[in-house]
């Protein structure tokens, strides 16, 4: 009977939920190449999925994969280098198939205007980390130290 009872929970979990598979990450970069951005926090569909203290030079910080559908609008408020507070959204369901599966990226550029990357995902995990995002230094002429 125990077996049945969990069973049944297991079922209606895939049915209901696809037992929480991910399907999208919200990463959220410093476009700038000098200055961190500070108590970011990101919001989509008026709900908060993360908060990050500081975002380095040329960093992207990850929020949790989500399952479901993505969001219409993303949001996201941060303090600059100088101390002011900006808040920021961005349309997600005209740039964005409802089918797709990867990573968002949303970046802060050093003007304080956002846009969106869509990064597809090429395999059935999501990460926590933004590994498919390159380095500031990939792709360029010179490599760190060899300056």
Known sequence: ???????IGLLACALL???????YQINVGNGSS??????????ADNREIGSF????????????????????????RWIDAEGETHER???????????????????????????LTQVESSGAELSTLPWAMPEAWE????????Q
């Open 89 to 115: 959204s961005i349309p997600v369901g005209d740039q964005v198939r409802p089918d797709f599966k990867g990573q968002l990226v949303v970046e802060v550029s050093k003007e304080n205007t956002l846009t």
């Open 34 to 43: 000098r200055l961190p951005i500070q108590q970011v926090t990101v919001e």
């Open 53 to 76: 203290p500081v975002i380095a030079p040329a960093k992207v910080a990850a929020a949790k994969p989500r399952g479901g559908n993505l969001p219409q609008e993303i949001a996201v």
């Open 1 to 7: 009977m125990k077996t049945l009872g969990l069973f």
């Open 17 to 23: 939920t696809g037992c929480g598979a991910a399907r």
């Open 139 to 146: 792709g360029s002429i010179q490599l760190p130290g060899m």
